[in-house]
């Protein structure tokens, strides 16, 4: 029998992975350069058709071996990709990861820990904690429980659970909520206009009534629409808040938002996946005041952030919310083996096997620090400002407002919905440009979300040169 192909982990590892890297690193290389911009050009089909002329048969009977098959995929993938490292690839909350955050990431990958029981994931499972309890006391200060506990006995101060993004830490922070008010009656769900699809999603999943969407007219939830909304409204009620929307980067009046719900009894969620960045800078942190107010927070370091998907969290304010997760599998989490001071890892997650994501966002902190990853969000927010300044000052284009966060909307002056999006749509087929869509006031605008701190004005000058030359007069 010929010997099995070579392992990642142990002594040997990092000898069999060093000549892979780098074939991974010049096919990365080569197919960036064989694409030339922000994404492939020619759309869909002609994407599809090079990707399988590259990748040839998916399951041949003899393989052609590791540097042929990681040269061929990795090329064919970069090639194929949108990339947003590039400036002009500016459309989602889908940042370009740090250098340093993916070569931990590798590490993750090489090492291979399950975060389901503490023998598969020593070092890891305490990195998390240490990581999510500095995370937890970013949102909350030093609020603490007195006398409450988690089952390992840590004290009652907040905590952070990792997820997968801000949709897993959303509906996980609605599942919460339900279980903490399980013996009054249905959750009662109520929501901005504004609010992430995932909410309602979330209710949907729980099985929970429809949820009460209250108006949000200038892209924020409206506080006297939600008071009336909250006044005799029966049962348990969960208000979601938002800071930093998809579409437009907005900040809900969050303490306003906070005092409503306080005087109806009503518990808070903020989904702050965009905009809890902030935290770490201390010229815009303001702008979050009110967010230790909510019982859950969502946070989302794949954006604001700079790490490799995926680096969700939720912080909790009340460890006790977390009860609920409280699970039971012999061969992972044994009473016993509990009881003699092995971590128990089962109410962490609603996942099973997931990786230790917090090897990356742990890195980058260290790296970093709170000034230097303040530094890079307050250096896309400043960018957000400027390119706004040039919009606004621009004869043939229009702005929508003043950027809150990063994300900057607008669209060519006495444009029509339908001339918008065929104007996204040419460059993105093209190969030029990936700017996003928002419907904001009735109309159809153009979205660049800006995450590289990279760019230059020249880029963004770029940007709008192709949006005019592709705007029909």
Not at 404 to 424: K, N, Q
Not at 445 to 461: E, F, I, V
């Amino acid at each position: 029998m010929s010997n099995p192909p070579p392992l990642a982990g142990g002594p040997q590892g990092p000898q069999a992975l060093r000549p892979l890297l780098d074939t991974v690193l010049d096919a990365l290389h080569d197919g960036a350069t064989a694409r030339g911009g922000p994404l492939p050009a020619g759309g869909p089909h002609t994407v599809t058709t090079r990707l399988r002329e590259l990748a040839g048969d998916p399951l041949p009977h003899h393989g052609s071996g590791p540097d042929t098959a990681l040269r061929t995929l990795v090329q064919a993938l970069a090639e194929g990709a949108a990339d947003p490292a590039d400036p002009l690839c500016a459309a989602h909350l889908h940042c370009p990861p740090l250098a340093l955050a993916t070569a931990a990431d590798l590490a993750v990958s090489a090492l291979n820990p399950s975060m389901d029981s503490w023998d598969q994931a020593p070092a890891a499972s305490a990195l998390e904690t240490l990581v999510t309890d500095a995370l937890a006391h970013e949102v909350y200060g030093d609020t603490d429980h007195p006398g409450r506990s988690d089952r390992t006995g840590r004290p009652g101060h907040p905590q952070a659970l990792v997820t997968t993004g801000g949709t897993e830490a959303n509906q996980l922070a609605v599942l919460l909520a339900r279980e903490s008010h399980a013996s009054q009656g249905p959750l009662q769900l109520i929501t901005g206009a504004n609010a992430h699809h995932s909410l309602p999603r979330a209710a949907w999943l729980l099985g929970l009534p429809d949820p009460v969407t209250v108006p949000a007219p200038s892209g924020t939830l409206d506080p006297a629409a939600l008071d009336e909304a909250l006044t005799d409204l029966p049962g348990p009620k969960l208000v979601t808040a938002t800071a930093g929307t998809t579409d437009a980067g907005l900040i809900d009046p969050l303490t306003e938002i906070a005092d409503i719900c306080e005087h109806h009894g009503a518990r808070l969620h903020i989904d702050a996946a965009y905009g809890a960045g902030l935290l770490f800078s201390p010229t815009r942190r303001a702008q979050l005041t009110g967010l230790d107010r909510a019982a859950t927070v969502t946070l989302d370091l794949h954006k604001l952030g700079w790490q490799p998907v995926a680096a969700g969290l939720l912080a909790v304010r009340d460890p006790a919310d977390l009860t609920p997760l409280t699970h039971h599998a012999d061969y992972l989490n044994a009473d016993d083996d509990t009881e003699a001071g092995l971590p128990d890892l089962l109410d962490r997650s609603l996942r099973t096997t997931r990786r230790p994501d917090i090897l990356k966002i742990a890195v980058t902190l260290k790296a970093l620090g709170r000034t230097g990853l303040g530094a890079l969000v307050d250096q896309v927010c400043d960018q957000a400002q400027e390119f706004a300044a040039t919009l606004r000052a621009h004869p043939d284009l229009e702005l929508y407002d003043t950027p809150t966060l990063s994300t900057v909307l607008f669209r060519p002056h006495g444009a029509s919905d339908e001339c918008t999006a065929h104007i996204r749509r040419t460059l993105l087929t093209q190969g030029r440009a990936v700017l996003g869509r928002a419907r904001m006031d009735g109309r159809l605008w153009l979205k660049a979300t800006l995450l590289n701190p990279h760019t230059q004005p020249g880029d963004l000058a770029q940007l709008l040169k192709l949006v005019e030359g592709n705007t029909p007069r």
